[in-house]
């Protein structure tokens, strides 16, 4: 079974998946038809999602495919999406058709890492005042 990784702050704002890693401080977008991959979450093939998609706009389903198949493969890696072979579900994953193709996309940002590895209750001086730890 695949599952969003339940160690990440994540929430669509806008139709954007923004989702935030605060242990390796690293931030992602990901926006268009890829959006469909991680509201789909749980499931056990990534293709029965594809496919349905595909489906639902037969006029660009090559297309679909390599970009969600890309995707998919990248927020595997970057572990958003993590994987658990022990777990079987009962049902087949919820898939509801957006009202248009868009295509998708995945970003991933380090530029706010530093901030984001802060630990503001523990890390501070004494005044108060956060400081970066010297373990990050």
Same mark, same amino acid.
Not at 23 to 46: E, H, I, K, R
Not at 58 to 83: C, G, K, W, Y
Not at 117 to 124: A, E, F, G, T, Y
């Given at each position: 079974?695949?599952? /969003?990784? &339940?160690?990440? =702050?994540?929430?669509?704002?806008?139709? +954007?998946?923004?989702? =935030?890693? /605060?242990?390796?401080?690293?931030?992602?977008?990901?926006?268009? #038809?890829?959006?469909?991959? %991680?509201?789909? /979450?749980?499931?056990?093939?990534?293709?029965?999602?594809?496919? =349905?998609?595909?489906?639902? *706009? &037969?006029?660009? #389903? #090559?297309?679909? +495919?390599?970009? /969600?198949?890309?995707?998919?493969? +990248? %927020?595997?890696?970057?572990?958003?999406?993590?994987?658990? +072979?022990?777990?079987?579900?009962?049902?087949? &994953?919820?898939?509801? =058709?957006?009202?248009?193709?868009?295509?998708?996309? *995945?970003?991933?940002? #380090?530029?706010?890492?530093?901030? %984001?590895? %802060?630990?503001?209750?523990?890390?501070?001086?004494?005044?108060?005042?956060?400081?970066?730890?010297?373990?990050?």
């Amino acid at each position: 079974m695949y599952f /969003l990784n &339940p160690r990440l =702050a994540a929430d669509i704002f806008d139709g +954007e998946y923004i989702i =935030a890693n /605060l242990d390796t401080g690293l931030y992602y977008s990901v926006q268009g #038809a890829a959006v469909s991959l %991680l509201q789909c /979450l749980p499931y056990s093939d990534v293709n029965q999602i594809i496919e =349905a998609f595909s489906g639902t *706009f &037969p006029e660009n #389903a #090559a297309m679909i +495919e390599e970009e /969600l198949t890309s995707i998919f493969r +990248e %927020l595997v890696s970057q572990d958003v999406i993590r994987q658990d +072979e022990g777990i079987l579900l009962e049902n087949g &994953p919820e898939f509801s =058709a957006p009202d248009a193709y868009i295509p998708g996309r *995945f970003n991933r940002y #380090a530029d706010m890492q530093d901030l %984001l590895m %802060l630990d503001p209750i523990h890390d501070v001086d004494e005044n108060g005042w956060t400081v970066q730890s010297t373990n990050s």
